[in-house]
Nanobody
């Protein structure tokens, strides 16, 4: 599986962005897909994940109520809808695929990674 993350950009606080994680190769819908982010000078952390059965798991309390994740199986794409963005959401966002029915918070468990897309939220 190869992953291509896109959709990042510069947005003002309170705005919205939708990130896409497009997969190629077979079995994309059989993977759990997670979104991680890494802010400057900080370690990469899990944000949210959608399981093979399309259950959502949040790994960051700060995005609950603002971020949602969804999967379009026909398009082999997972979306991260980010609303009410805050400056502290500024980071490089990565999507990753885990060959498992369930999500995991640890990035080192994931099998494939996309290249990252920059999200910058101005105050």
């Amino acid at each position: 599986v190869q992953l291509q993350a896109s959709g990042g950009g510069l947005v003002q606080a309170g705005g919205s962005l939708r990130l896409s994680c497009a997969g190629s190769g077979g079995g994309f819908d059989e993977y759990a897909i997670g979104w991680f982010r890494q802010a400057p000078g900080k370690e990469r952390k899990g944000v949210i994940c959608i399981s093979e059965g399309d259950r959502t798991t949040y790994y960051s309390d700060s995005v609950k109520g603002r971020f949602t994740i969804s999967r379009d199986t026909a398009k082999k794409t997972v979306y991260l809808q980010m609303n009410s963005l805050k400056p502290e959401d500024t980071a490089v966002y990565y999507c990753a695929a885990l060959w498992s029915a369930n999500c995991a918070s640890r990035g080192d468990l994931y099998d494939y990674w996309g290249q990252g897309t920059q999200v910058t939220v101005s105050s």
